[in-house]
């Protein structure tokens, strides 16, 4: 169980960390709304997204929040990871793809691991 608990907590703080960073820059660094702007998404998209990510990043951290909830939180992340796959993929190529698929190899480590860790729970 202490190996379940520790992939768990390391595959789900380094998917927050590479989701909740660049979601502060959405709000704070000129270069990201270049890059929103690039991909051909409108700005408020970026401030949508920013908004959506902080939050899953927050639900994600605290033990204390419903299975039911950090469900609905890794499909949104899931739907994020795999939409900015295909933006980077059509604008810029394989090259630029690398940190959605990275974000994306996270987030099912860290969902595999959560379920394991629930169903140990239930046994």
Request: net charge positive; charged share 15%; glycine share 8%.
């Amino acid at each position: 169980m202490k190996k379940e608990k520790t992939i768990y907590w390391t595959s789900t703080l380094l998917l927050c960390l590479l989701a909740g960073f660049p979601a502060i820059t959405y709000f704070t660094m000129p270069q990201a709304a270049e890059g929103f702007k690039h991909l051909g998404f409108p700005d408020f998209f970026r401030i949508e997204l920013g908004t959506a990510k902080l939050a899953g990043t927050v639900l994600l951290l605290i033990p204390a929040v419903p299975a039911r909830i950090k469900e609905w939180v890794y499909v949104g992340f899931g739907i994020t990871f795999i939409s900015a796959f295909i933006a980077h993929f059509v604008v810029d190529g394989w090259q630029q793809t690398w940190g959605a698929m990275l974000a994306m190899a996270l987030l099912i480590t860290s969902n595999i691991y959560f379920h394991k860790i629930q169903q140990s729970k239930q046994a």
